[in-house]
């Protein structure tokens, strides 16, 4: 019973594809967020939705389209991938109050 | 700019000692912090969180904060190999997480 599931784990693509990545939390928390680590590590928020509603958009490209069809969903879909995309990509989700996170397993996502 | 400051280490310790990680942050306003844990690979899980100025333990972890400070730190008591792993500051600011970049620990045995 995987609390925070990403699909898929690892994702390979080429430059200028489009492509999704799927998040789904069974936790019955109702934020959930996407983040992007990078090769330092360094652990960056993207989006956040409370309830299906965008409460925190980030400085991120307008190819970054966070999707949340319900509250134990969100979707992050890019466009035209660039290789600074490659990164991996981690799903989040807390309960109201935002007393930590329950992270995802990440996506590994590598744009050649 | 809300900014959470780490030593990004590597942190050497042998096994048995007490390994200290320290977290600095920018902003007064912010209410709770947390230590998480990186294993390579692997998500980050959360070990601690601290909302008042003091003192938490739990098991081997005592997370200290000092809020006049800005500074939290988390101690590990009789490290153990398998507490090696990179270990992420992350302080919230309106319902918002910012967190450090990372101290990567290295328990020797």
């Known amino acids: 019973d995987t609390a925070v599931s990403q699909t898929p784990k690892y994702l390979v693509t080429q430059m200028g594809n489009d492509k999704s990545i799927k998040c789904e939390q069974n936790l019955g928390h109702d934020t959930m967020y996407w983040y992007k680590q990078d090769s330092k590590k360094f652990l960056k928020i993207m989006f956040s939705y409370n309830n299906k509603e965008l409460i925190i958009n980030e400085t991120v490209p307008n190819r970054f389209s966070p999707k949340s069809p319900d509250k134990a969903h969100l979707n992050l879909h890019i466009n035209s991938l660039e290789l600074g995309d490659s990164a991996v990509y981690f799903c989040a989700s807390s309960p109201r109050g935002a007393n930590g996170y329950t992270f995802g397993s990440g996506t590994r996502l590598t744009v050649v | 700019q809300k900014e959470v400051e780490q030593n990004s280490g590597p942190l050497s310790v042998p096994e048995g000692a007490i390994a200290s990680l320290n977290c600095t942050y920018s902003d007064r306003v912010s209410q709770s912090f947390f230590w998480y844990r990186q294993y390579s690979g692997k998500s980050p899980e959360l070990i601690m969180s601290i909302y008042s100025n003091g003192d938490k333990e739990d098991g081997r972890f005592t997370a200290q904060l000092n809020k006049a400070s800005q500074y939290v730190s988390l101690l590990i008591r009789d490290s153990q190999p398998s507490d090696s792993a990179t270990y992420l500051c992350?302080?919230?600011?309106?319902?918002?997480?910012?967190f450090g970049s990372g101290t990567k620990l290295n328990v020797k045995p």
């Open positions: 992350a302080v919230n600011w309106i319902n918002k997480f910012y």
